[in-house]
Antibody
Framework: QVQLVQSGAEVKKPGASVKVSCEASGYTFTNYYIHWVRQGPGQGLEWMGMINPSGGRTNCAQKFQGRLTMTRDTSTTTVYMELSSLRSEDTAVYYC???????????WGQGTLVTVSS | DIQLTQSPSFLSASVGDRVTITCRASQGISSYLVWYQQKPGRAPKLLIYAASTLQSGVPSRFSGSGSGTEFTLTISSLQPEDFATYYCQQLNSYPLTFGGGTKVEIK
């Protein structure tokens, strides 16, 4: 079955970076985009960006440009999301999710809590 | 960016009620609209895509309709497991924005 398994919770200081992984299994890795969506405490969902594992092309919301880096490793079927210059407002649960090209997000990871605190 | 406005943001309903949630887009998005359900502490779950197509395994009491700028999610007979928050998302253009959510609670 399709699985997206994310790395564990992180606590970071303001100004630091965080790197979250999303390991995919149960399907052909390069046939589906991987998206990153975050959710602040008590807040709604916010789309951050996506990567096409076939070739590595990315698309990022303007809000995160310059701070968000998404990469993939096809040998381990893992996608990485790195967010830099962290501030308290980046405290959130970060989800990866897959989609068949630009389409619905049909399977989601379990989420990774990132806490930014001094 | 395309803005999605959901209404209501909160609704209180009873088991067996018919519930309708609306999602309005700031510009036309054809049928590039999906609906998710999220329960506390869980990842969102895809319910409906292409505005009206039910995802495999989702109960038939859920339905979606609309195109252009106005969309609805309807639950024909609310069940206890349906109490959750519902989000719409547009896939017409980047960034792929979400609506603000509608929390459905037990009356």
């Amino acid at each position: 079955q399709v699985q997206l398994v994310q790395s564990g919770a992180e606590v970071k200081k303001p100004g630091a970076s965080v790197k979250v992984s999303c390991e995919a299994s149960g399907y052909t890795f390069t046939n589906y985009y991987i998206h990153w969506v975050r959710q602040g405490p008590g807040q709604g969902l916010e789309w951050m960006g996506m990567i096409n594992p076939s070739g590595g092309r990315t698309n990022c919301a303007q809000k995160f440009q310059g701070r968000l880096t998404m990469t993939r490793d096809t040998s381990t079927t893992t996608v990485y999301m790195e967010l830099s210059s962290l501030r308290s407002e980046d405290t959130a649960v970060y989800y990866c999710a897959r989609s068949p090209t630009t389409s619905q997000l049909d399977n989601w990871g379990q989420g990774t809590l990132v806490t930014v605190s001094s | 960016d395309i803005q999605l406005t959901q209404s209501p943001s909160f609704l209180s309903a009873s088991v067996g009620d018919r519930v309708t949630i609306t999602c309005r887009a700031s510009q036309g998005i054809s049928s590039y609209l999906v609906w998710y359900q999220q329960k506390p502490g869980r990842a969102p779950k895809l319910l409906i895509y292409a505005a009206s197509t039910l995802q495999s395994g989702v109960p038939s009491r859920f339905s979606g309709s609309g195109s252009g700028t106005e969309f609805t999610l309807t639950i024909s007979s609310l069940q206890p497991e349906d109490f959750a928050t519902y989000y719409c998302q547009q896939l017409n253009s980047y960034p792929l924005t979400f609506g603000g959510g509608t929390k459905v609670e037990i009356k």
